[in-house]
């Protein structure tokens, strides 16, 4: 039995290796690649999603929808600090590369509608599109079977500030509809669940680079930016809540500790903005999320290394560095 699954994505290193998780795994069945604006440029974004695919030997195999290009209310803000371009400088001839005509919001809608309650959506950049699509139609949420959400931290630090975490700090007007659209969440936050169960050591990392296949080599192209930024701030190693988001989707057994709580997003004030308030139970407030608080690392980091060891027909060569 596979599950049908759209990627909303802010193409850029993690982003990258759930799309490989996602065309890889038997058992998802990718319907579609939305992109919407959040880590690094929309169009390098865009770059990003069809080197992944060339990676996989999978250019064209699965429809890119382009989502919206800037946040609801805020201006957009980049993570170019922390990813670089997303995919390691990498470069391939883009002749005949396509996108499709159909707005990402209408393809979430479109393809929600044709099959409804059987697509569940992984959303692993800022909220935008999401909010979009459920303004657009107040019956969007209840036909789609089940949202992943990636962001906000579970009473827990951020990242691009000290309360804020990047998906839900760059859209926080975006991530409040969501979470109160009426959507079958699961959240998979930042602290301190990623950086306890999903950050892959030096070790593991050189692990992975042994590999010697092209998934392995893309992978260690699209991180390297990352784990530079992630050390520098103290982190020991890359870091990857996006494809953990797929991976609670498609196999729930890693799962070790989650429960049901009222999540709630921080809109107005500059210093918390973007913050997720997760109630613990004793608030009275009524559960809009199951929140996951733990998973098996070692097994996640196992699953992931399983993938990237599968050998792959890139599409086509990597140009020579300008
Ligand atoms: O805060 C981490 C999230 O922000 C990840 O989804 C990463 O790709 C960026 O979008
Ligand atoms: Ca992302």
Redesign the pocket.
């Known amino acids: 039995m596979t599950i049908p699954v759209i990627i909303d994505t802010?193409t850029?290193?993690?982003?990258c290796v759930t799309i490989i998780a996602g065309m890889m795994d038997p058992v998802a069945e990718v319907r579609a690649i939305t992109m919407v604006a959040?880590?690094v440029g929309f169009d390098q974004q865009v770059r990003n999603a069809h080197l992944t695919l060339n990676a996989l030997g999978m250019l064209g195999e699965v429809p890119i929808f382009l989502g919206c290009r800037r946040p609801v209310l805020v201006p957009w803000v980049s993570?170019e600090n922390v990813h670089g371009d997303g995919s390691g400088g990498l470069r391939i001839d883009e002749q005949g590369l396509r996108t499709e005509d159909e707005h990402g919001v209408d393809a979430l809608l479109r393809l929600t509608a044709e099959a409804p309650g059987e697509i569940s959506i992984v959303a692993?950049?800022p909220l935008t599109n999401l909010a979009v699509a459920a303004i657009k139609d107040p019956t969007f949420p209840a036909r789609v079977k089940r949202l992943v959400i990636?962001?906000g931290s579970n009473n827990g630090r951020g990242?691009i500030t000290p309360a804020g975490?990047?998906?839900f700090y760059v859209d926080p007007h975006a991530a409040r509809i969501v979470f109160e659209a009426g959507f079958d969440i699961t959240l998979v936050p930042?602290a301190p669940l990623t950086l306890n169960d999903a950050v892959f050591k030096r070790d593991q990392l050189a692990e992975i680079a042994s590999l010697g296949t092209p998934l392995s080599e893309f992978f260690g192209h699209v991180c390297a930016s990352t784990l530079a930024f992630d050390e520098s701030v103290g982190i020991p190693g890359t870091?990857h809540?996006?494809s953990l988001s797929l991976t609670v989707l498609l196999h729930p057994e890693l799962v070790t500790r989650s429960a049901r709580q009222h999540v709630a997003i921080e809109c107005d004030s500059e210093l918390t903005r973007g913050y997720s308030a997760i109630s613990w139970g004793v608030h009275g407030l009524e559960p809009n999320a199951e929140v996951i608080e733990a998973v098996d690392g070692e097994a996640f980091y196992a699953y992931l290394k399983g993938i990237l060891a599968t050998r792959t027909e890139p599409n086509r060569p990597y140009l020579a560095r300008g």
């Open positions: 802010d850029a290193q993690d982003d959040g880590n993570a692993i950049g990636m962001g990242n975490e990047f998906n930042w870091t809540p996006d």
